[in-house]
C-alpha cells in the first residue's frame, strides 16, 4: 500500500508535477489532434523542420529587445520571433518548392537547416548578450514550465483546437481530395496556409516543453497510434487526443520514477505506447496480422474437405475427414469453423455440407471431371488423368470451367463414364445433379417446357415414382424426365 | 440564340503544357440534358479537355462557358469523376463519409449533415450498386468499386452537368452495365453528361453525340456522322482495320 501511494499518489501532491500534468496534456492533446491531418497530409518533417527553425526567431527576438529597449529574456518578443521564423521557413519552403524543380521534401531539408544555423550563428556571434541556455530549446522542460509559457499554450492550444473543430470538414475534404474540394469552391490554400499556420504555432508552444528534438514525436506519434486503431478520422481524432494525454500522464510518472528528464520520458512512453498498439491493435496490428496467416486455411485444403464430406451420404466426424485429408487437428478446427461461417456445413461434431456446401461440391466435381475430359482430349494418359485432374480442379474459376466445358462440346460424361454434373458458373445447377432439395424452395432459373413454369417462379419440386411435380402457387405440374432434364434451377440464398 | 441554352461552349480553346499544345483551336457546344462521349487516341488531350470545361488547367486564349458564364464564376455547377483518382486511399475515411463530401458544397460553413443529406447520399450509394460497402474503409476496395464510389460522390453534389473521365475503364461487365444504368437515370433527371470513353465498339451505342479529339477537335455530332472511315483512319493512324470491321458491323 506504501509503495503504491509514493509511486502513484506522492507525485499528484507535488505541484510542479500537477503544472506539467496540466500544461503537457493541453498541449499533448490539440498536438495530437493537430497530427492527425500533419501525419495524413505526409508533413511530419516539416514539423522538425519548424521546432528547429523557430530557434532563429528566440534568438532574434532576444536580441532585438535586448539592443532596442535593454529588456532581457522578453518572452513574448522571444515568442513572437519564433513564429515569425517559422513562418518565414514555411513560406521558404514553398516558395523553392514552386519556381524550381527541388521538391518539397528536399526544401524543407534546405530551409529548416539553414535557418536553423542562422538561429545557431546569432547566437552564438552574439553570445555576450544573449544569455540562451540552448540545451533548454533542445531538451525543453516540462517540469519547470513557467506561469508565461503555461498562460501562452494554453491560450495557443484552444485557438487551434477550435479552428480545426470548427473547420474539420473543410480539413478533411482538402487533405483528402483538394482537386474535388477546389471544384466545389473551398479554397484550398487558404486551408493549407491555415493549418500550416495552427502547427507552426503548436509546435512553437510545445517547444518549450519537450524540445525542439521530442516535439516531432509529440506531434505525430500519438496520431499515429490512434491511425492504427480505426478507419474514420473522427475517431482517429479522438483516440489521439486520448493517446496524447496517455503519453504526458504515463511519461511524468516514468520521469519521477527514474528521475529523468521530463522531456525524454514523455516521449519514450509514447514511443513504447505506440509499439504496444502496433502489436496488439485488433485489425492493422502485427499479432493480428500473424494470428490471420496461421489462422488461414488454403483453398485447395477446403475443397478438398468439402469433396470427401459429399462423398459420405451421412454426416462425418472430423476423423474421417481426416482419412482423405491430411492435417493437422488445429488446421481441421480452423477449416471447420471457415465452413459453417460460410454456410457450406453445419453441425458441432458431426458435420454436414448444406445445400451451398452440396452445389459447391458438385462445382468442384464438375471442374475435376471437367479437366479429365480436357487431359484425355489432350492425350494424357488414362492412369495418370485423375491424379493430374486432381490438381487442376482447384483452378475451378466458373467461367473458365464453363469455357473448356463449352469446348469440348458439352459431354455428359468423363473419360471413366463418370457423369459431370449439371451445375453452372451461376450457381444454378440440373435437378437431377443433387438429391434432397424437395424440402426446399428453389428459383428457375431455365427450363424448355410449355407448361406454366417460367424462368423466376420459385417452386417447390418433388420427386415421385412416376415424374417430377412441381409445386407452384398451390397448384401442382407435372414435368416429364426430360423436362427436367434441361431444367436448372438454383437454392434461395 | 440564349447562349444559357448550351449547358457548356467552348470557343477557340487552346490549352498546352510544353511547346506543344495539347489542344488546339477547339469549339464545340454541348446542348443541355445531352449525353456526349469524349473520343480519341491516348495522349489526344480528353483529360485535358475535361480540366479546361472544369477551369482546372490555364487555357492559352479561348474561352470555356457554363451555362452562359465563364467557367471560373460558376464552381460548383460541374461535378468531376477523375480518371484516376489522386487521394490518398489509406485516409481515415469510409464510403459513406466519401460520398457525404458531395453534399460539402451544399453545406454552408458550420451546418452538420442533415437528415436530407443522408437520405441524399444514401439514394446515391444505392444508384451505384455500393449501399452494402458504406462502412468499408475507401482503400478497402477494388478499382471498380471506388470509381463506382466517386460517382456516387459526384451524383450526391447534385450538380447539372456531369464530367466523368474513363468510368468504363477496367470495369466488369455488371459494373459496366449498372454505370450505364446510372448515366440514363442522370440523363433523365435532365443532367448534362460528358463522358471520356474508349471503346469504339461501344460509343455510338451509348452517347447521343460524339467528340473525336486529337489535339484538335476533328468532328463532333451524332455517333453515324463521326464515325466515318477517312476521320477515324486519321485519328487513329495504322489501326485501320478495326475500323473497316467497326464501320461494316
Ligand atoms: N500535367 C501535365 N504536364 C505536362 N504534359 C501533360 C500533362 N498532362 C497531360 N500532358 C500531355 O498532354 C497531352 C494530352 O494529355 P491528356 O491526359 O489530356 O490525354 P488523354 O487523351 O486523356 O489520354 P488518355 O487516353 O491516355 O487518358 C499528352 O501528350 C500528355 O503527355
Ligand atoms: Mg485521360
Known sequence: ?493 | MVSSDYAIQVRNLTVSYGPKPALLDVSFMIQKGELVGIIGPNGAGKSTLMKAMLGFVKRDIGEVLVFGKPVEQTRGMIAYVPQRGTVDWDFPVTVADVAMMGRYGHLGWWRNPSKADVEIVDKCLEMVRMSDFKKRQIGQLSGGQQQRVFMARALAQGAQILLLDEPFAGVDAATESAILDVLAEAKKAGITLVVVHHDLATASEYFDKLLLVKQRLYAAGPPDLVFRQELLSEVYEGRLKVFTDLLKG
Request: hydrophobic share 50%.
Open chain 1, 1 to 493: 500500500m506504501d509503495t503504491l501511494y509514493t509511486l502513484f499518489i506522492d507525485p499528484l501532491t507535488k505541484i510542479y508535477f500537477l503544472k506539467a500534468l496540466a500544461g503537457g496534456s493541453i498541449v499533448a492533446i490539440v498536438c495530437a489532434v493537430t497530427g492527425c491531418l500533419v501525419i495524413l497530409q505526409r508533413m511530419a518533417f516539416l514539423g522538425d523542420a519548424l521546432s528547429h527553425a523557430m530557434i532563429a526567431g528566440v534568438g532574434a527576438g532576444y536580441l532585438f529587445m535586448k539592443l532596442v529597449f535593454g529588456v532581457e529574456a522578453a518572452a513574448g518578443a522571444m515568442l513572437v520571433g519564433s513564429l515569425i521564423s517559422a513562418f518565414i521557413t514555411v513560406f521558404m519552403i514553398g516558395f523553392v518548392a514552386k519556381v524550381s524543380r527541388i521538391k518539397e521534401d528536399a526544401s524543407i531539408g534546405i530551409m529548416y537547416t539553414g535557418v536553423f544555423a542562422a538561429g545557431v550563428v546569432l547566437v552564438s556571434v552574439f553570445g555576450k548578450y544573449i544569455h540562451i541556455d540552448l540545451m533548454h530549446f533542445i531538451m525543453g522542460d516540462i517540469l519547470g514550465i513557467s506561469d508565461f509559457d503555461m498562460v501562452v499554450s494554453a491560450i495557443v492550444s484552444a485557438a487551434v483546437l477550435s479552428v480545426i473543430i470548427l473547420f474539420f470538414r473543410y480539413f478533411k475534404i482538402t487533405s483528402f481530395d483538394p482537386v474535388m474540394a477546389a471544384s466545389i469552391g473551398i479554397p484550398v490554400l487558404l486551408f493549407k496556409y491555415v493549418f500550416t499556420g495552427c502547427v507552426s504555432l503548436i509546435v512553437v508552444s510545445a517547444v518549450s516543453m519537450v524540445g525542439v528534438i521530442l516535439v516531432v514525436g509529440l506531434l505525430i506519434t500519438p496520431a499515429a497510434t490512434a491511425y492504427l486503431l480505426t478507419d474514420r478520422l473522427e475517431k482517429m481524432m479522438a483516440l489521439a487526443a486520448l493517446f496524447g494525454f496517455t503519453s504526458i500522464l504515463g511519461g511524468l510518472y516514468l520521469s519521477v520514477w527514474l528521475n529523468s528528464a521530463g522531456g525524454g520520458a514523455v516521449m519514450l512512453f509514447a514511443t513504447l505506447q505506440f509499439l504496444a498498439v502496433l502489436m496488439l491493435a485488433p485489425r492493422y496490428g502485427l499479432l493480428a496480422d500473424w494470428q490471420r496467416r496461421r489462422n488461414m486455411v488454403p483453398q485447395q485444403v477446403i475443397e478438398d474437405i468439402i469433396a470427401s464430406m459429399f462423398k459420405s451420404a451421412k454426416p462425418v466426424a472430423d476423423t474421417d475427414i481426416t482419412k482423405y485429408v491430411e492435417m493437422k487437428p488445429k488446421m481441421m478446427r480452423n477449416a471447420m469453423k471457415y465452413l459453417i461461417e460460410e454456410g457450406l456445413a453445419s453441425g458441432t461434431d458431426m458435420y454436414e455440407l448444406t445445400d451451398k456446401g452440396r452445389t459447391e461440391a458438385l462445382r468442384l466435381k464438375k471442374a475435376h471431371r471437367v479437366w479429365e475430359t480436357y487431359l484425355h482430349y489432350m492425350g494424357v494418359p488414362d492412369s495418370e488423368l485423375h491424379e493430374k485432374a486432381h490438381v487442376l480442379e482447384h483452378y475451378n474459376d466458373l467461367e473458365s470451367i464453363d469455357y473448356i466445358y463449352e469446348k469440348m462440346g458439352y459431354p455428359d460424361t468423363d473419360p471413366h463414364g463418370a457423369k459431370i454434373p449439371p451445375v453452372y458458373s451461376d450457381g444454378s445447377f440440373c435437378l437431377t445433379a443433387l438429391y434432397g432439395f424437395s424440402d426446399k424452395d428453389v428459383e428457375i432459373v431455365s427450363v424448355d417446357t410449355d407448361k406454366d413454369v417460367a424462368v423466376g417462379d420459385i417452386v417447390r419440386i418433388i420427386h415421385t415414382d412416376d415424374g417430377w411435380s412441381v409445386q407452384k402457387d398451390g397448384g401442382t405440374i407435372d414435368l416429364t424426365d426430360s423436362e427436367v432434364e434441361s431444367m436448372t434451377v438454383r437454392f434461395l440464398s
